[in-house]
């Protein structure tokens, strides 16, 4: 599965934004997905992730109460809705895919696709 992450862009604190990933290639469906960002000089780090289905969703701490994960699987896509952001948000952030591993793990995922960039400005 190949996958494009948009919607990144440029925004104050406390704004939003709605990044999506889309994929391409055959049974979208049957995968796992996550959200993960890179910030300057930090390590990639997950931020959200949705099982096949979308009956199961998990965050991290620090965003949890702000963000929101979805996905539609007949549009192949999968959607990160940020709200309230804080300019600690800023950062790349990375759509990930897998068929059998749901949760946090960087070292897990078999398919990423390039970032997105977002900041948040003060």
């Known amino acids: 599965v190949q996958l494009q992450a948009s919607g990144g862009g440029t925004v104050q604190a406390g704004g939003s934004l709605r990044l999506s990933c889309a994929a391409s290639?055959?049974?979208?469906?049957?995968?796992?997905m996550g959200w993960f960002r890179k910030a300057p000089g930090k390590e990639r780090e997950f931020v959200a992730a949705i099982s096949w289905g979308g009956s199961s969703t998990s965050f991290v701490d620090s965003v949890k109460g702000r963000f929101t994960i979805s996905r539609d699987n007949a549009k192949n896509t999968v959607y990160l809705q940020m709200n309230s952001l804080k300019p600690e948000d800023t950062a790349v952030y990375y759509c990930?895919?897998?068929?059998?591993?749901?949760?946090?793990?960087?070292?897990?995922?078999?398919?990423w696709g390039k970032g997105t960039l977002v900041t948040v400005s003060s």
């Open positions: 990930a895919a897998d068929r059998t591993y749901y949760g946090d793990s960087v070292d897990e995922y078999a398919y």
């Open positions: 290639g055959r049974t979208f469906s049957v995968y796992h």
